[in-house]
């Protein structure tokens, strides 16, 4: 029961340069936790009506902007 683990997580990070269908946004956005993304396969999809952020792969600068603003977001 992995839920858990996400709804204990303050953010979930997706950093892969490559990934199918990215389950663990899927199971984060479930939990009500935010995620910070690289453009992966689906990211923009899953993550574009709100819940995270996409960033374009490779930029760990932008990445962790992100990931202190929505971790610093109420």
């Known amino acids: 029961d992995v839920g858990?683990?996400?709804e204990a997580a303050s953010l979930t990070l997706v950093t892969s340069?490559?990934?199918g269908?990215?389950?663990a946004m899927i199971e984060s956005l479930s939990a009500?936790?935010?995620?910070?993304?690289?453009?992966?396969t689906s990211a923009r999809e899953v993550l574009g009506q709100g819940g995270?952020?996409?960033r374009r792969?490779?930029?760990?600068e932008g990445l962790t902007e992100?990931?202190?603003?929505?971790?610093?977001?109420?």
Not at 32 to 40: I, K, M, Y
Not at 57 to 60: A, E, I, K, S, V
Not at 66 to 74: E, G, R, T
């Open 57 to 60: 792969r490779g930029d760990f």
């Open 21 to 23: 269908l990215a389950r």
């Open 52 to 54: 995270g952020v996409v």
């Open 32 to 40: 009500g936790t935010p995620v910070a993304s690289f453009d992966v």
């Open 4 to 6: 858990r683990y996400y």
């Open 66 to 74: 992100a990931a202190v603003a929505l971790v610093s977001s109420p």
């Open 17 to 19: 340069r490559y990934e």
